[in-house]
């Protein structure tokens, strides 16, 4: 199985340590940032989501149509838009785009504030059944040569029937990501492909463990995906200096609350509960700052429970020898995003995406030769 390296895109440039100064929506920027990636080798790009953010779908078209190759993914919370206009939505984006280049990405909300803002008010063991059920009708739309009903606790159709299929045989790939109960068997039953957070490699393995065998369970083969937060430098010192100075100006950034973290709403409110996944990150980081020589969990520890950060600190070699042991343990898919998003993109294009291309083709020939 290639190796798939993922980006993520926003509208505006920022992160926690580069305040935005932008623009929400800047079109040039999300022109500029897609074609970065594509240049850089990237296969796809993450389009997030939050109550507050920018439309994804409309995000994901216009990084299509800026790029050739480039694939994207979408963010998506089940609960506010039906499964079967979904699917209509994503296979037409697939025709207008070449095809095969559209994919969705289910996500079930780590926050009932954000979930409120858009009017859902239901508990999280409720929203992952619900994804379940969205993931089954939306895969039945985007396949079934025929009308079909479907009546679950919260989804009911009759009659459905998408005119307009995937564009490919490839079809639109399904992902998911959550971590807290009930979200490993709607995951493992329902996606193609598993989204994990940057833990050590020993958690990650336990998670593929757990994942694969309640996968297994339902007769289906699942994927995984890493994400992660590398800081690349010439050398070691100089990468942990510059994880220091990245630490320095989320610091400063996050005391001026001006940290352009455009996902910021999506985070949970202090006084509310947050994501089991998140959650598992803090836990680590309170632990300690460096995991497996070179995970650094500063920024987690820094800003608190969120989502993708945490960052493998070196050489573009060591990162990406850091980053392919966990392809040894069954992660193919790499999700990496800089905390200076545009440059970041631009300088691993140089050495990191070569470099973790080529290392999991030498393990994959390794491999057949055992
Ligand atoms: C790679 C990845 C990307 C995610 N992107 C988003 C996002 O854009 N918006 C969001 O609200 N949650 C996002 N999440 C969060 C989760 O999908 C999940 O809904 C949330 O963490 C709650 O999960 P849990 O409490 O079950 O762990 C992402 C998770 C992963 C692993």
Known sequence: MPIELLGMIATTAGSEAKAVDGPVVDPGYVKEFSRAHEEAGFDRVLIGYSASSPDGFAVAAAALHATEQLKVLIAHRPG?????????????????????????????????????????????????????????????????????????????????????????????????GGLSEGAVDVGARGADVYMLFGEPLADVAEHISTIREAAAKAGRHIDF??????????????AWAKADRIYAEAAELKARAASGDTLAFARPLHRERSAASADRLQRHAQRGDVHDERLWLGITRLMGPAGNSTAPVGTPAQVAEALLKYYDLGVTRFLIRGFDPLGDVRDWGRELIPLLREGARRRDAERAAA
């Open 80 to 176: 506010f838009v039906a499964p079967t206009v979904v699917a209509r939505k994503l296979a037409t984006l697939d025709h207008l785009t070449g095809g095969g280049r559209v994919a969705i990405h289910h996500i079930s909300g780590g926050s009932e504030a954000d979930q409120r803002r858009d009017g859902d008010f239901s508990e999280k063991a409720d929203r992952y059944r619900r994804t379940g059920e969205f993931i089954e009708v939306l895969r039945r739309t985007l396949t079934s040569p025929e009308p079909f009903d479907y009546d679950g606790d919260f989804y009911r159709v009759e009659g459905a029937f998408s005119a307009v299929k995937p564009a490919t045989d490839a079809g639109i790939p399904i992902y998911f």
């Open 225 to 238: 995906s890493l994400s992660t937060r590398p800081i690349i430098a010439d050398t070691e010192e100089e």
